[in-house]
């Protein structure tokens, strides 16, 4: 396929990274592109829906994955995915004998395997350089349902109008649920039975990079699950404290026994990021080494440092996550550096995902989340305008109008951009530039 008409049909349909930061996926369409991965690694401890939708979409996906390496004119199409999940590898390698430029890259069960750093070291050798872009070194990573978005759209004209989202931990029947966009978070939670914790406390997008969210907070095209946890538990207290109060403790107990620079995934690839340095000079107020500030950067919050490594219980990530938004406040970009070589001693420092969740009190939520891809009916969604990195769609409706599933609700922004859909058919009830409200 033209990769002009590709790039025009993944835009139009609203197709974006489903996780992390919502990259628009038309942009990741680029003849620099020697390989392409299918990032299948479910980076995060207790989700499920990677390997589900693959399991049971193995010839969509494929197919899919092998009209974008076309489209590019990759030399090989890799799927990236952990030894452990053995029914999902048993699906794609029924398919994947269709496609010569296809392989498996089969990963360990380590935490982050789905950092797509890691994951092109795992399966490629190549280490992107800090602070850059997987495409400098030739390779475009993808997500399973974004690949499954993109097949949707190419071959049934359906957009992104729903959204899988895993509801686990305090709740009856743990499940892997298909909603609309805008869906309310409580309204999933409801999908998974009763609530079994008082007073819960919903942890937004995995246990070590999500973010405490409401019970009104719409989903969107990035929500990947929703963790309800007691209001006491370890994770939700540690979002919730304050850095004042973390860098006292830092002041107070760090002991500098590197533990955090050690086991940190990007510094093991040669990245000049140093949580001990930066935790010692911060705590000091010493700036006469300007760089170990600059260089939290290349930090990728992957929250190794601060919810496994450090015996203490300091908070790395938070704080360098601090800096590093003041930084970029201030216009600061990072600076251009190479990669330290790679050494041996990786291998034996990483993170095992077991012993992750047995550290950060996950192990009894541990259980299957079946995949139930049933339609669920919703009476309103509050569809975002901005669910993408780039520029925020443009609403295409007034209050008022009566509009179908799948009907473009806001046209791509100007610049990186992508348009949004209705999820539901109903009746636009309130339209600004954040939002537009449906009711069925």
Known sequence: MDMKELSSILQQNGIVGAGGAGFPTYAKLDERAETIILNCAECEPLLRLHRQLLEKHASEIADMFHTIAETVGAKEAIIGIKKAYRKTIEAVSAVIDKYPEMRLGLLDEVYPAGDEVVLIYE??????????????????????????????????????????????????HPVTVRVPIGTPLDEVVAKAGHVTTPNPVYFVGGPMMGNIGTGAQPVTKTTNAILVLPEDHYIVQKKLKKNSIAMKRAAACCCQCTMCTDLCPRHLLGHPIEPNKFMLAATCKDIQEPDIFVNTMFCSSCGVCELYSCFQGLSPRSLMAEYKAGLRAHGIKPPKVEAKPVGPEREYRKVPMERLMARIDLTKYNKEAPLDESEVAVKKVKIMMSQHIGAPASPVVKKGDKVTKGQMIAEPGKGLSVGIHASVTGKVTEVNDKYVIIET
């Open 123 to 172: 399966v490629t050798g190549k280490v992107v350089r800090p602070g850059g872009l997987p495409i400098e070194s030739g390779v475009a990573v993808f997500n399973v349902e974004t690949i499954y978005n993109a097949y949707r759209a190419l071959h049934e004209n359906t957009p992104v109008e729903d959204k899988l989202v895993s509801v686990v931990a305090e709740v009856e």
